[in-house]
């Protein structure tokens, strides 16, 4: 049993040394010399306008994590149109052809899904929680 975990152990203590060689010669070889101008921060090479600490509105995080919330629901459509074929089918699936009867509950599941969705999109809708102002 503990055998298994020999290799994922010897590639752990094997990434650390490697990293920390890295960073070791990084620190003894590499260049320098610093300055004023290295010093100051890089902004898409215009100069920084006002202060980097400015304070964004709820409305910025709320719709951000809104659309994570409904973005997410794209991971969960691709597991199920993968298994559509076996979660629609009474009998094993050989070959990609269904030998038993039909049925609809892989449709049924997904449209009870995609329903509790749209039910909370029209929710979040209708609290205008999606407005920017």
Do not use: H, N
Not at 48 to 70: D, E, H, M, N, T
């Amino acid at each position: 049993m503990v055998e298994s975990y020999i290799p994922a152990l010897m590639f752990i203590v094997f990434a650390c040394v490697f990293g920390g060689v890295m960073m070791a010669l990084t620190m003894v070889l590499g260049p320098k010399r610093t300055s004023v101008i290295k010093d100051e921060p890089f902004e898409c090479g215009s100069e920084p306008i006002g202060s980097p600490r400015v304070k964004f509105s709820v409305k910025f995080y709320q719709v951000a994590i809104l659309f994570l919330v409904f973005d997410i629901e794209i991971a969960f459509l691709y597991p199920w149109a993968s298994l559509f074929r076996e979660l629609s089918c009474t009998a094993p699936v050989v070959s990609g052809v269904c030998t038993g009867e039909a049925t609809m509950f892989g449709l049924i599941e997904m449209l009870v899904f995609l329903g509790i969705l749209v039910v909370a999109l029209a929710y979040v809708w209708r609290k205008r929680a999606l407005d920017w102002v």
